[in-house]
């Protein structure tokens, strides 16, 4: 999961592709088009879009940026190289980086937004603008908007990143320009709230190395790692937090998505075919990584053509891993990918924080929230006093699961309010 630290070679270009991308052209699971007849420059040209437009500001890059750097020319990746500690990493398949800019409140609620992308990208290297709109139950999934992201509810701000990336040791992309239009349209169907599925958890590891949204891993960490960016939070938050339990529910520990992995990138599994990326054909809730291993579906192998050695459609941290689930090999979980669902949402301060079964520290543990995570709050009661960083108080929080955290450790919550239990 690291880049390594030294500078990317310049590469003249012999040819050039210059990019304007729209709905019209450029499929929804596809990133930027990059392999043009060599010496041949392609246009695209923007069909029209109403409503509200702007640009993304790609020239402040800073602390939740990962691997991206702003020169003369453009936003282009840092390291041009991909590390490869793991056969499940996919960043040994390839280089990849990211720029988040800052949210937009919009003038009106949309349920459309649009990117145009003016870009240099040579062969084998790949562009794409994904965007993510707030509603009162918190942020969307990542959605790509060069094919037009659309929202089942209407949003009202958003916010876009850039991803760019590379095969190993290649050639960079330059981004020139994005910019972004929003309007109403048709929604889609969402998807069933509160989505839940049985999937086989491996273990991360790698501490030293760096995530994809650019965390350091830490020793006994608190993280999970999905096979797809649209459930990928921004560093330091859980805009995007899982559930995940043993088998026989004895534990439980709700993580942030910090990582992109195990094996895939592009396999938001836990969609239905109208909506998820890749692999249309399978089962709502069972990952690709799943089905290659035990059915040699596509061959046996993942998306950059590796054989795919065990069905893992999760990867834990190990102080999720070891401490929160107190698993000693890697093992079937349930996951509760926690955005699909509704209702307000408690942000964890400070953790990792014990969840217990009663509002009091004198009974038992049934595992973690890890900090930043997101915890789905039904209601409130009024148990023992705690001073926390936050706050002293008696009011206790019943999670989703029936279990209890308490209010003293809880920065914010959103998505409603809560009631009395």
Same mark, same amino acid.
């Given at each position: 999961m690291s880049r390594p630290r030294c500078r990317t070679r310049s590469v003249v270009l012999a040819? =050039?592709?210059? #990019?304007?991308? =729209?709905?019209?052209?450029?499929? &929804?699971?596809? +990133?930027?088009?990059?392999?043009?007849a060599a010496g041949h420059t392609l246009t695209l040209t923007a069909a029209g879009a109403g409503g509200e437009r702007w640009n993304a500001d790609l020239s402040v890059v800073d602390?939740?940026?990962?691997?991206?750097?702003r020169s003369a020319a453009g936003l282009r990746l840092r390291e041009a190289r991909a590390a490869g500690h793991s056969p499940r990493s996919p960043h040994s398949a390839v280089a990849e980086g990211m720029l988040l800019t800052a949210p937009r409140t919009l003038i009106r609620p949309a349920t459309r937004v649009r990117a145009e992308i003016t870009a240099d990208v040579p062969s084998g290297a790949t562009v794409e603008a994904?965007?993510?709109?707030?509603?009162?139950?918190?942020?969307?999934?990542?959605?790509? &908007?060069?094919?037009?992201?659309?929202?089942d509810r209407p949003v009202s701000r958003v916010q876009t990143r850039v991803v760019l990336t590379a095969p190993a040791g290649g050639a960079t992309a330059t981004v020139r320009g994005v910019q972004l239009?929003?309007? &109403?349209? !048709?929604?889609v169907s969402a998807a069933t709230p509160g989505l839940t599925y049985r999937v086989y958890a491996t273990r991360i590891g790698l501490v030293g190395e760096v995530t994809a949204n650019g965390r350091?891993?830490?020793?006994?960490?608190?993280?999970?790692?999905?096979?797809?960016?649209?459930?990928?939070? +921004? #560093?330091?938050?859980?805009?995007?937090?899982?559930?995940?339990? =043993?088998?026989?529910? %004895?534990?439980?520990?709700?993580a942030p998505v910090w990582d992109v992995g195990p094996w895939n990138t592009r396999d938001d599994y836990w969609n239905p075919s109208a909506v998820r990326e890749n692999w249309k054909n399978l089962p709502q809730g069972r990952p690709e990584a799943q089905a290659a291993y035990q059915s040699g579906y596509n061959g046996g192998r993942d998306q950059f053509g590796r054989t795919v050695l065990n069905p893992a459609g999760i990867d834990l941290a190990d102080g999720t891993f070891w401490d929160g689930l107190q698993l000693t090999t890697n093992a079937w979980v349930d996951v509760a990918y926690l955005w699909t669902g509704g209702g307000p949402?408690?942000?964890?301060?400070?953790? *990792? #924080?014990?969840?217990?079964?009663? *509002? %009091?520290?004198?009974?038992?543990?049934?595992?973690?929230? &890890?900090r930043f995570a997101n915890v789905p709050i039904q209601c409130y009661v009024t148990g023992q006093s705690v001073a926390g960083p936050y706050r002293t108080t008696t009011r206790w929080n019943r999670?989703?699961?029936?279990?209890?955290?308490?209010? !003293?450790?809880?920065s914010a919550v959103y998505g409603g309010s809560v009631p009395v239990c």
């Open positions: 040819s =050039t592709l210059v #990019l304007a991308l =729209t709905a019209a052209l450029v499929p &929804a699971t596809s +990133p930027v088009p990059t392999t043009p602390r939740d940026d990962v691997n991206v750097r994904q965007v993510r709109g707030w509603r009162a139950s918190g942020w969307t999934e990542w959605r790509a &908007a060069t094919a037009g992201a659309v929202f239009a929003a309007d &109403a349209t !048709a929604a350091t891993v830490q020793p006994r960490d608190h993280f999970a790692a999905l096979p797809s960016r649209r459930g990928l939070a +921004p #560093l330091n938050s859980g805009d995007y937090t899982v559930r995940v339990c =043993t088998t026989t529910g %004895s534990r439980c520990e709700y949402r408690g942000v964890v301060g400070d953790g *990792p #924080l014990n969840i217990r079964t009663g *509002p %009091s520290t004198s009974y038992p543990a049934r595992g973690l929230a &890890a999670l989703a699961t029936g279990q209890y955290v308490s209010h !003293a450790y809880i």
